[in-house]
Nanobody
Framework: QVQLVESGGGLVQAGGSLRLSCAASGSIFNIGAMGWHRQAPGKEREFVATITSGGSTDYADSVKGRFTISRDNAKNTVYLQMNSLKPEDTGVYYC???????????WGQGTQVTVSS
């Protein structure tokens, strides 16, 4: 089983930046792709970004050009650099990791990001 702990959320003004981190522990040898989803109040959880173990990335159209996902396999950590933040980026950001042998995703507890206008 993989455990994930997010950090780096907070309150920022529109146009500002935040960097989220997600540290993995447990069965880390079993991790494939890692990524981020977010959930705004009253809305469903949505995809933000993902990165494979080889470093290939994919982004939601709403964050392309503003967010950058990266990972440090030596530290078992994935990052989300968020620039040019907008109020609509507000929500709880969840880290996830694909557990290859289980065929399922592990999820973190989430970190709150609030962007004020």
């Amino acid at each position: 089983q993989v455990q994930l702990v997010e950090s780096g959320g907070g309150l920022v003004q529109a146009g500002g930046s935040l960097r989220l981190s997600c540290a993995a522990s447990g069965s880390i040898f079993n991790i494939g792709a890692m990524g981020w989803h977010r959930q705004a109040p009253g809305k469903e959880r949505e995809f933000v970004a993902t990165i494979t173990s080889g470093g290939s990335t994919d982004y939601a159209d709403s964050v392309k050009g503003r967010f950058t996902i990266s990972r440090d396999n030596a530290k078992n950590t994935v990052y989300l650099q968020m620039n040019s933040l907008k109020p609509e980026d507000t929500g709880v950001y969840y880290c996830n990791a694909y557990q290859v042998s289980r065929g399922s995703y592990a999820w973190g507890q989430g970190t709150q990001v609030t962007v004020s206008s």
